[in-house]
């Protein structure tokens, strides 16, 4: 299903226990506590520029460079052997990131991209697999994943900046869907993961829970040429 799919979900990979254990260094990320990070720490919905208090979708690009305490930690263990077994024993960590939704934003919005439109001209195409971790339940309500199934066999699409803006004012970039992209809604429990191919098309909905935050710990792995 992964290599045809470009997608799976997979149920209980982690146990409320194991969770409990990676979650306070998480949450040091995702309320502004780890200093230096620069543009690694910013809103995927919104302008560099934006206050903190004013994030919609809180995002820290590679936790494990400026914690490196957290590294080898269990998920990313587990997120390893997964990726093994589905691209190769050569799969290894290309990077990982922190992401959250907070509750009652529905202007956090993951705007319908490849993973390697983010990346430079130039950038291989070996296998991928990207995990993904739920820390909270993820629905409709709170923004959960959405694919585009099979999108990854199809090549590149052009990437745009969102509404125009020039990559110094926003990380954002987008691609645009046509009427015949089927669209799949994965929501998860806490605990379960997805694992995509970096070249699927996908993207997520807003917030618009009053109180349930949207959490997810992405661990992304690559073949060696």
Known sequence: QFHRDGYVTLRGVLSEEELAAI???????IRGEVAGMGRDFCDMSGPYGRKFEDFALVNAVLP??????????????????????????TATLDYDQFLAKRPAKPDAVFTWHQDLGYWPTGTPEPLTATCSLALDDA??????????????????????????????????LSVELTADDPVVELPLQRGDITVHDEMIIHGSGGNSSPDRWRRTYIAAFRTKA
């Open 23 to 29: 979650e306070p260094e998480f949450d040091r990320f």
């Open 64 to 89: 494990r460079r400026y914690r490196p305490e957290i590294r080898d930690n269990l998920f990313e263990r587990r997120a390893a052997s997964i990726s093994r077994q589905l691209i190769g024993e």
């Open 139 to 172: 629905d409709s309500e709170n923004g959960c994943l959405r694919v585009v199934p099979g999108s990854h066999r199809k090549g590149l699409r052009p990437h745009r900046p969102l509404m125009g803006e020039d990559r110094e004012k926003s990380h954002i």
